[in-house]
Every structure is written in structure tokens, then in C-alpha cells.
T-cell receptor, first 110, second 111 residues
Framework: QKEVEQDPGPLSVPEGAIVSLNCTYSNSAFQYFMWYRQYSRKGPELLMYTYSSGNKEDGRFTAQVDKSSKYISLFIRDSQPSDSATYLC??????????FGQGTRLTINP | NAGVTQTPKFRILKIGQSMTLQCAQDMNHNYMYWYRQDPGMGLKLIYYSVGAGITDKGEVPNGYNVSRSTTEDFPLRLELAAPSQTSVYFCAAGYSGNTIYFGEGSWLTVV
């Protein structure tokens, strides 16, 4: 079983829709939870990070963590074509190893 | 991408050749990582370091070596290149485990 599971998609939604991206994990030692955005042929870009259960909001993005269910989500409101990218969840445990999900390829259609 | 520089950006190697991918950061961060990303896949950890003089294996270390003699530099060495090492390689650095920034990537083809 992979430590972090993420549906690779692809996911295609119309402009303005609310997007929900999700990951599950199996390692209870994970302490920090991150979301990265990666455009084609570019390095991953850190979007948000959280370390406790609950919600964290930053503009149109909301990160949600449920440690009891080992489930994290990223919501994108009022999605824009410029949000089209691959979104990767990532987690860090006690050994400071950053472990990634497979990534979900998202397309926002104008 | 904040302060992580990778060289070269593109390289073609012949089977059996060796090379070093360079990674430098100017942020004085303790943590540095090397990942590889195959087409349509997530990032797999090759090696990481929590400070100068300390390195540890990740998920896919075979065929690679690293060193961390200074805080700034974390080179990745490929010995006896194989076609399976054709990939995009990303270096990352961070002050703590939760704010980690990536370089632009190095595209490697082994033929």
C-alpha cells in the first residue's frame, strides 16, 4: 500500500466551478500536509501547508485536513483557466521526508 | 521558485556514462531533497539531507549517490547510467519540513 494515495484524474471542469481535490494517507506519523501546483515542464510550487485538523483558507484556495480519517482536501473556488495544472499533495513525518501523492491533472475549461 | 538552482537543465547521456546533477540554494536552508518524476507520475524521493554532512536514502536510491559537504550544495551523482534513469530530476530545499521549495528541474535522457 502506498503511503499517500491520490486520484490522478484527469479532472475537467467549467470555469467558475468549485474544484475538490483529495488525498488519503496511511502513515499516522505524518505531521505536515502540503499542496503543490505544477505547471507543465516546471517545478512544483508550494500552494498551502497545514499541520492540524481543520480548514485553512488562502484566497480562492481552502485546505482541509481530517487526521482521524487520514484524509486531506484542497478546494478551489471560482476556478480559472490559469488554475489548469497538476496538483500534488505532500506530507511530512518525523524523519522530515516529504512524500508525494501521484498528482491530479486539472483542466479548467473557459 | 525561491533560490534553488539546478544545472544542467537538459542532458543526454549514453548508457554506462556517469554525471553529476548540481543543486545549489542561497537560502541557508537545512533540508535538501532530490526527487525524480516520470511522465504522468508523482515525485519519488531519491535522497535527502537534514544538514551538512548528513544524508539518507529515500524511496528509489539505487544507481545514485549524494553528498552534502556544505549547506548550500547537494549534488546528485549518477553512476553507470541506465535507460531507466531517464526522467526529470527536481532538487528542493526548505528551512523546515513544511516549507520546501523546488528548483526548475533537470531533464535527463539516457540512450
Amino acid at each position: 500500500q502506498k503511503e499517500v494515495e491520490q486520484d490522478p484524474g484527469p479532472l475537467s471542469v467549467p470555469e467558475g466551478a468549485i474544484v475538490s481535490l483529495n488525498c488519503t494517507y496511511s502513515n499516522s506519523a505524518f505531521q505536515y500536509f502540503m499542496w503543490y501546483r505544477q505547471y507543465s515542464r516546471k517545478g512544483p510550487e508550494l500552494l498551502m501547508y497545514t499541520y492540524s485538523s481543520g480548514n485553512k483558507e488562502d484566497g480562492r484556495f481552502t485546505a482541509q485536513v481530517d487526521k482521524s480519517s487520514k484524509y486531506i482536501s484542497l478546494f478551489i473556488r471560482d476556478s480559472q483557466p490559469s488554475d489548469s495544472a497538476t496538483y500534488l499533495c505532500a506530507m511530512v513525518g518525523g524523519a522530515q521526508k516529504l512524500v508525494f501523492g501521484q498528482g491530479t491533472r486539472l483542466t479548467i475549461n473557459p | 521558485n525561491a533560490g534553488v538552482t539546478q544545472t544542467p537543465k537538459f542532458r543526454i547521456l549514453k548508457i554506462g556514462q556517469s554525471m553529476t546533477l548540481q543543486c545549489a540554494q542561497d537560502m541557508n536552508h537545512n533540508y535538501m531533497y532530490w526527487y525524480r518524476q516520470d511522465p504522468g507520475m508523482g515525485l519519488k524521493l531519491i535522497y535527502y539531507s537534514v544538514g551538512a554532512g548528513i544524508t539518507d536514502k529515500g524511496e528509489v536510491p539505487n544507481g545514485y549517490n549524494v553528498s552534502r559537504s556544505t549547506t548550500e550544495d547537494f549534488p546528485l551523482r549518477l553512476e553507470l547510467a541506465a535507460p531507466s534513469q531517464t526522467s526529470v530530476y527536481f532538487c528542493a530545499a526548505g528551512y523546515s519540513g513544511n516549507t520546501i521549495y523546488f528548483g526548475e528541474g533537470s531533464w535527463l535522457t539516457v540512450v
